[in-house]
Every structure is written in C-alpha cells, then in structure tokens.
C-alpha cells in the first residue's frame, strides 16, 4: 500500500498579519483625524486673533502713517472685511489650504513668499541645533543614569539643571557680548556678532561661503543646544535609571553579556521610549522658540521675520508665521505618535 505525500501545511500568516495591519490603518485614521481636527481649531483661533480681535484690522495697520480715508476704504476692500463674518471665515480657510496666507503691506510681498524665503536660515539653525541637542543629550543622560550617583552623574545633573533654568535670551546675549561683541578686557571679537553672513560676499555652494554661514552659525546653535540639550539630559537619564531594575537586565547579566553590551542593547532601546515624543514635540516648538535666538543675533529666519511683523504690526504677515509654527507642532506631534507605535509593542496592542 503506498503512502501518499503528506499534505502542505497552511500558512497561518496572513490571519496574524491581517489584524496588526488593518489595525495599523484605523491606528494611523484615528490620529490624522486628530490632527486634522486640531488644525481646524488652528485657523479659528488665527481668524480670531488676527480678523476680529482687532477693532479695526486696517487702523492696525497704517498706525502712524498718513492715510486717506479712500485709501483706509480700498484697504478694507481688499482684505475683505466688507462681507460677512461667515464668507471671510470661508474665504480665510480657502486660502490658507491652497497656499495663499495673505499680503503683506509692509514688505510688499504675499506672505507665503516671504516665509519661504526666510525657512532655510531657520530650518539650518534648528536643525543643526538639535541634532547636537540630541546627540549630546542622550550620550550624557545615558551614561548619568547608568551609573546614578556617580561623579559625571552630579555634573551633568547640575549643569543641566543650571542651563535649563537660564532664559535663552539672557544666555545669548551673555554670549554675544563674550564671544561676538568684543569688548571683554579690550580682547577681539572671536565670533561675528549678527546676520548669517558677511556682507558683501558671494553666495551658493563656494567652499568660503559655506565656511562664512558655518562661522556665524556657532553663536546663535550653541545658545540653542545649551538650553535643548538639558531636557534630553534629563528625561534619558531618569528612563535609564526606571530601566536598571527590571528582571531582564539580570537575565541578560546572567548570561553572561558585558556590562555594556547589556545598556546599549537592551535598557537603551526601551528607555528611549519617553524620548521619542519630548523629541518630535520639541523640534516642532523649536520653530516659534528660535524667535528670542534670531532677535538676539539677528538670524534672518522666520523667528526674526515675526519679531519685525510685530513692531510694525504686520497683522497678514503674523498671521502666516502662527499658522506656520502652530503646524509644525501638529505635524511633528503625529510623527511623534507614529514612530512610538513602531518603536512600541505595547502601543500596538491597544
């Protein structure tokens, strides 16, 4: 009597995966209708503030300037404060999802254009800031908490402490005077004291171009990462030292795994958890915080483009700058929910 082959085994893999990934898409729905959600309460608040709080928008913006009564007319006409409440609220949106955040009657330029020009300088001194931050922060929190009591430990904790209590403005204007000022005991200026570049020299892709916008970025990225890189400091430390205790570090010790190896593959991974949304949340807020930084230097990026829109008061152009940096913490807020959901089991279950 023969004996037939057995039969294959059905794969039981895609009624495991099928869940997790159906889950994945309502998981991932649930938060970008979170953030489409909290984006609509975003242009209320900004049609609020910049259309209905002020008594009159067009005052607003030819206080101190000579100005006819036509003029002040054919203002409103073009801002559309003649229609109703409803239809400028409607048109507002509209206009902001297309691209289109106003005019600005100070630089005679859309508003848009004008925060285009001025992104780079700010994402180049936050990006370069936090990634120092980062860097820094987690190298010091993990090595403090792993050794908690420890003289690097106390040091770190206390300069941290100490650089996270100081205003950033306070520090940066320390350090211009210090290091950019020149006028410290008669000593020359060691770093320039303003702008993103030298004037009067060439731009694109030149080696002393880029050595130029390097050289005047030090001041104003180190009174950044003074202050950023405390909280990583601290929020990875105390993960680390919550970690120390868990069972499966004595379990992974027990096996006879180096000290080492045991905090950079297992207590590392699972403490940096908390961080990944103190991360994602604070490059987002980093944006509108870089305001202080770019007065004190007077860094050409959106933080100093505010600050010149509130002297004048330029009500288009800060309307345009809120929206910007309020949507930058949204989005970095939904990464932050989605990269903890991949960094997370436990997340994945709920």
């Given amino acids: 009597m023969s004996v037939g082959l057995p039969l294959e085994a059905p794969t039981v893999s895609g009624p495991e995966e099928g869940p997790e990934r159906s889950d994945f898409w309502v998981y991932l729905a649930r938060k970008i209708g979170a953030a489409i959600v ?86 180049l001194l ?14 010091l929190g993990i090595r403090a908490g792993w050794r908690p009591g420890s003289a690097l430990d106390r040091g ?9 209590s100081v205003p950033t403005f306070w520090l940066g ?11 410290v005991g008669g000593m020359p200026a060691i770093f320039p004291a303003g702008g993103m ?4 020299t060439a731009g694109g892709l030149a080696p002393s171009h880029i050595t130029d916008v390097a050289w005047h970025l030090v001041l104003p990225c180190l009174t950044l990462v003074a202050v950023i890189f405390a909280q990583y400091v601290t929020i990875m430390r105390s993960s680390i030292i919550d970690e120390r205790g868990n069972p499966y570090l004595l379990t992974a010790r027990a096996k006879g795994l180096r000290d080492e190896v045991v ?21 987002g807020g980093m944006i509108g915080g870089a305001i202080t930084v770019e007065v004190v230097y007077s860094w050409p ?15 288009q152009l800060l309307e345009g700058t809120f929206i910007v940096f309020s949507a930058a913490v949204i989005v970095c807020n939904l990464i932050a929910d989605l990269l903890y959901r991949a960094l997370d089991p436990r997340v994945r279950r709920q």
């Fill in 263 to 283: 905090r950079r593959k297992h207590a590392v991974p699972n403490a940096l958890l908390p961080s990944v949304t103190v991360i994602f949340l604070q490059i």
């Fill in 301 to 315: 990026g959106l933080g100093y483009l505010t600050f010149t829109a509130l002297r004048i008061p330029d009500l």
């Fill in 126 to 139: 936050m990006g370069t800031s936090t990634l120092i931050s980062i860097w820094l922060g987690m190298w």
């Fill in 38 to 123: 909290s984006f609509v309460m975003l242009l209320v608040v900004g049609f609020v503030i910049f259309s209905l709080m002020p008594s009159d928008p067009v005052s607003a913006l030819t206080r101190g300037r000579p100005t006819s009564d036509a003029q002040m007319n054919h203002l409103r006409q073009q801002l559309g404060l003649d229609h109703p409440l409803w239809e400028r609220f409607l048109t507002f949106v509209g206009h902001t999802l297309t691209g289109d955040l106003g005019y600005s009657y100070e630089y005679h330029q859309p508003v848009s254009t004008l925060i285009a020009d001025r992104l780079w300088p700010t994402l």
């Fill in 173 to 183: 204007l320390i350090l211009l005077v210090v290091f950019g000022s020149g006028s």
């Fill in 197 to 200: 570049q030298t004037h009067g």
């Fill in 156 to 164: 770190a904790s206390a300069v941290s402490l100490a650089l996270w």
